[in-house]
């Protein structure tokens, strides 16, 4: 993030490369710089005559090079922008001719999204000397949290650690979908407002009691009523609480709690550093590890595995999800 805003800044300060390529996993970063150079860089009357928008599926990398080898007309740059230029991927080498000799009045941006250019090729090579490279990393899960702490306090929004857990429990590490939930909340919450799970809720329709945060929770706690609660409930929804999300989750939860159990150094800053949690949450590892002991999670790690290979439908493609959901938890509890 403290990259994306440097490059920004310079934008701003018109201190401009002749090249921009963005690439990498993550394309919320990819579709930012790249909306900010489209709006930034030109005035609305030079946009006309000066800014281009191409597609990878329609054109060709000598298709690129030509546009980006006319000069302006009547503004001091013309803004050419490569949009899905990963479906050039074959053929993306090719530019590394342009990229050794840019023209300088030309603003060239390539968005190349899931995907990333081979380093050790001259394309990379050419790019690091006469312009710039972003590639843009997909969070881990961990991390999802904290940017959407980051994104909201800029704009006057807070958010509870169990509501951003909600959110990225359910949306996963998509920052694209993360961040227009987040835009339909600040348009419905007045400035300064705490983002909770009740709005949650409320709002995007994320049940507070009935997910999987809730289930990991109860389980670490050995809390056998509420989690088969919140298990016939997944049963009974199945669309909404795919099996095979559930089981990843609690997957990772005990593969942490077997990492727990190896710290020996258990202070909440320690923990919450080692097993990259927020320090939130610590307090429910520690509940649930005097619940089960190194040899139990060692067990559990196994019989996880072996759902999840049944959730995917081997070995198990007759039995109802929401009924081996109720057997793992069983398997679990017992």
């Known amino acids: 993030m403290d990259e994306v805003k440097q490059l920004v800044t310079d934008i701003k300060n018109k201190h401009l490369k ?60 013309q803004v050419v922008i490569v949009k899905e230029a990963q479906d050039l991927s074959r053929t993306i080498e090719k530019l590394s001719s342009y990229a050794e000799n840019p023209q300088p009045t030309t603003i060239l941006v390539v968005n190349y999204k899931y995907k990333k250019i081979d380093k050790r090729k001259s394309l990379y090579k050419s790019l690091k000397k006469t312009g710039v490279i972003y590639e843009s ?46 835009e339909k909340l600040q348009i419905i919450l007045p400035s300064n407002s705490q983002i909770t799970p009740d709005v949650i809720e409320e709002n995007i329709g994320i049940s507070k009691d009935y997910n999987n945060f809730e289930l990991r929770k109860a389980i670490g706690d050995k809390d056998a009523i509420k989690a088969h609660k919140i298990v016939n409930y997944f049963a009974e929804n199945p669309k909404d609480n795919p099996m095979v999300v559930t089981v990843s989750l609690l997957f990772n939860f005990f593969s942490q709690l077997l990492h727990f159990h190896g710290l020996k150094d258990r202070s909440p800053r320690s923990v919450a550093s080692a097993l990259r949690i927020n320090p939130y949450f610590v307090n429910e590892y520690v509940s649930a590890a005097r619940n089960y002991p190194m040899r139990k999670v060692s067990g559990i790690v196994s019989v996880l595995r072996d759902f999840d290979v049944k959730s995917k439908g081997v070995g198990a493609n007759s039995v109802p999800q929401g009924d081996l959901l109720k057997e793992l938890l069983v398997r679990i509890l017992d």
């Not at 963005?22 to 970063?29: H, K, T």
């Not at 930012?32 to 009357?45: A, N, Q, R, V, Y």
């Not at 000598?62 to 740059?77: C, G, H, L, Q, V």
């Open 137 to 182: 990393k997909k969070l881990y899960e961990n991390q999802v949290a904290d940017w959407i702490r980051r994104v909201l306090s800029p704009k006057g929004y807070s958010i509870t650690p169990k509501a951003a857990q909600m959110l990225v429990e359910f949306l996963g590490t998509d920052l694209s979908k993360i961040n227009n939930e987040l």
């Open 18 to 77: 002749p090249i921009y390529f963005l690439m990498g996993e993550e394309p919320y970063y990819i579709d930012k710089i790249s909306d900010f150079i489209e709006k930034t860089i030109l005035t609305e009357e030079e946009r006309g005559f000066n800014q281009m928008i191409l597609y990878g599926r329609d054109i060709s990398v000598e298709d690129i090079i030509s546009n980006a080898k006319r000069y302006p007309m009547m503004a001091e740059y």
